[in-house]
């Protein structure tokens, strides 16, 4: 058992009991798409109708200018307080205030790596000039710290090993008194592998550094627990997390109290607001509020008769999407085993507890942009390419060109999915012998 999948004490569901006709009967997109099957969910994943009609209601009741005096205005307040109250719970955050929304996790990567570069650039002798980085994030959490060059920081990469999976005993040596922060991903988007977040959070507090997460590709998949993994940042995309195009940055309020911010001088210099500059889409916040909803009426499902705080049917509701996911991924990578793939990451059948159900793949013979496109044809949606990440195309020995193919599946897929792409996968290879 590793820190992704601790039991939560309430049994959860299991693989087998696992409702999932129920949970897809609740997926409007997924009644309507018939027999096509999403399998690029890592790209976005599709919604509940809750969410659906939350961001409805709230175009249709409160589509005004916050902070008001009339009814509709103090309902976007209210609306947006509730998000954030729903959104501190899903990441277990010591207050709601530690939560801002806006445009998505690059956007907000950022912010905080232009913050950091100017605390860099303003310390005595750069004391602490060292930001640690890694060869299997998204770009997104790659070239922004590396950016910070320009402001004398040095970058240290903490590397993947051919295993596919980020080892903490590698980061320990490149710790020391002149580390600033370790800026990793929870869950690499591409190859799916699980990073120990925990203990990278209590290595780097030993020599007094920061931690930035990317949680973004780990958010639908497991339960997220800011406290536990002691870090100091985190970002998610909410359309990745059954909610509408938006994102959220969660820090620790102090830390983010220190971090210098754009904000036009009628803002208060604290988060949410110094962060939360100009007008975000606030029917989307509404969205990511009822998907969180979503989730926790999910998690009441598992838990025993009686009263359960919201965190603890989160915690169901994760464990249970967990258990089920690690058995379509063990099933997923049968398939592509099956038909010769050569799977990138983790593909050992007594490992996939370290991994979700992410996968990247290529087939000798025929190259991924064929693959994805007669994939599509049969109504199987999923992802050629690079993967936006450079620095791991090359560590995979794959061109930024063609890439790999990823198939992304998430808690409403089913194993009769998995079938039809074995099949439509059989097909596509017997063609080409
Ligand atoms: C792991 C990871 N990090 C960052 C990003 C960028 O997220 P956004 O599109 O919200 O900026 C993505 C997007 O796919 C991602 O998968």
């Given at each position: 058992m590793?820190?992704?999948?601790?039991?939560?004490?309430?049994?959860?569901?299991?693989?087998?009991?696992?409702?999932?006709d129920?949970?897809?009967?609740?997926?409007?997109?997924?009644?309507?798409?018939?027999?096509?099957?999403?399998?690029?969910?890592?790209?976005?994943?599709?919604?509940p109708?809750?969410?659906?009609?939350?961001?409805?209601?709230?175009?249709?009741?409160?589509?005004?200018?916050?902070?008001?005096?009339?009814?509709?205005s103090?309902?976007?307040?209210?609306?947006?307080e509730?998000a954030?109250e729903s959104?501190?719970?899903?990441?277990?955050?010591?207050?709601p205030?530690?939560?801002?929304?806006?445009?998505?996790?690059?956007?907000?990567?950022?912010?905080?790596?232009v913050?950091?570069?100017?605390?860099?650039?303003?310390?005595?002798e750069?004391e602490r000039?060292?930001?640690?980085i890694?060869?299997?994030?998204?770009?997104?959490?790659?070239?922004?710290w590396l950016?910070?060059?320009?402001?004398?920081?040095?970058?240290?990469?903490?590397?993947?090993?051919?295993?596919?999976?980020?080892?903490?005993?590698?980061?320990?040596?490149?710790?020391?008194?002149r580390?600033?922060?370790v800026?990793?991903?929870?869950?690499?988007?591409?190859?799916?592998t699980?990073?120990?977040?925990?203990r990278?959070?209590?290595l780097?507090?030993?020599?007094?550094?920061?931690?930035?997460?990317?949680c973004?590709?780990?958010?639908?998949?497991?339960?997220?627990?800011?406290?536990?993994w002691?870090?100091?940042?985190?970002?998610?995309?909410?359309?990745?997390n059954?909610?509408?195009?938006m994102?959220?940055?969660?820090?620790?309020?102090?830390?983010?109290?220190?971090?210098?911010?754009?904000?036009?001088?009628f803002?208060?210099?604290?988060?949410?607001?110094?962060?939360?500059?100009?007008?975000?889409?606030?029917?989307?916040?509404a969205?990511?509020?009822?998907?969180v909803?979503?989730?926790e009426d999910?998690?009441?499902?598992?838990?025993?008769?009686?009263d359960?705080?919201?965190?603890?049917a989160?915690?169901?509701?994760?464990?249970?999407?967990?258990e089920?996911?690690?058995?379509l991924?063990?099933?997923?990578i049968?398939?592509?085993?099956?038909h010769g793939?050569?799977?990138?990451?983790?593909?050992?059948?007594s490992?996939?507890n370290?991994?979700?159900?992410?996968?990247?793949?290529?087939?000798?013979?025929?190259?991924?942009?064929?693959?994805?496109?007669?994939?599509g044809?049969?109504g199987?949606g999923?992802?050629?390419?690079?993967?936006?990440?450079?620095?791991?195309?090359?560590?995979?020995g794959?061109?930024?060109?063609?890439?790999?193919?990823r198939?992304s599946?998430?808690?409403?897929?089913?194993?009769?999915?998995?079938?039809?792409?074995?099949?439509?996968?059989?097909?596509?290879?017997?063609?080409?012998?």
């Amino acid at each position: 058992m590793n820190q992704h999948q601790k039991s939560t004490g309430f049994g959860g569901g299991t693989a087998t009991n696992f409702p999932v006709d129920e949970i897809r009967a609740m997926f409007p997109a997924l009644r309507k798409a018939g027999d096509f099957i999403f399998l690029d969910n890592a790209g976005g994943a599709q919604v509940p109708q809750a969410v659906v009609d939350a961001v409805a209601n709230h175009l249709v009741d409160f589509n005004v200018q916050r902070m008001a005096k009339y009814r509709h205005s103090q309902g976007v307040d209210r609306n947006i307080e509730e998000a954030r109250e729903s959104v501190a719970m899903l990441v277990n955050a010591y207050r709601p205030d530690e939560i801002s929304f806006g445009m998505n996790a690059t956007s907000f990567i950022r912010l905080v790596s232009v913050g950091i570069g100017k605390m860099l650039a303003n310390s005595p002798e750069m004391e602490r000039d060292e930001i640690v980085i890694t060869d299997m994030d998204h770009d997104a959490n790659i070239a922004t710290w590396l950016a910070l060059e320009a402001d004398g920081a040095r970058i240290v990469w903490w590397k993947m090993r051919e295993d596919g999976e980020l080892h903490v005993e590698d980061l320990k040596p490149l710790l020391n008194d002149r580390t600033r922060l370790v800026a990793c991903t929870v869950t690499a988007h591409s190859i799916g592998t699980m990073v120990d977040v925990a203990r990278v959070g209590r290595l780097a507090r030993e020599v007094g550094a920061e931690v930035f997460l990317d949680c973004v590709h780990y958010g639908p998949h497991a339960l997220i627990d800011v406290q536990a993994w002691g870090c100091d940042y985190l970002v998610c995309s909410g359309y990745k997390n059954f909610s509408p195009h938006m994102g959220f940055l969660w820090g620790r309020y102090e830390a983010l109290r220190r971090l210098p911010t754009f904000k036009e001088d009628f803002i208060p210099d604290v988060p949410p607001y110094k962060i939360e500059v100009g007008t975000f889409c606030h029917e989307n916040v509404a969205g990511m509020n009822a998907a969180v909803h979503y989730l926790e009426d999910l998690g009441r499902r598992f838990l025993p008769a009686g009263d359960h705080s919201r965190r603890e049917a989160l915690a169901a509701a994760m464990a249970a999407i967990r258990e089920y996911e690690i058995m379509l991924a063990g099933r997923m990578i049968a398939v592509l085993k099956k038909h010769g793939a050569t799977i990138y990451g983790i593909s050992d059948e007594s490992r996939l507890n370290n991994r979700v159900p992410t996968i990247c793949f290529n087939i000798a013979g025929i190259a991924p942009q064929e693959m994805a496109a007669e994939m599509g044809e049969a109504g199987i949606g999923l992802r050629d390419g690079h993967m936006f990440s450079p620095r791991l195309m090359a560590r995979l020995g794959l061109s930024m060109e063609h890439g790999a193919v990823r198939v992304s599946l998430v808690h409403y897929n089913k194993v009769e999915e998995i079938d039809r792409f074995d099949r439509v996968l059989g097909e596509i290879l017997s063609r080409r012998k």
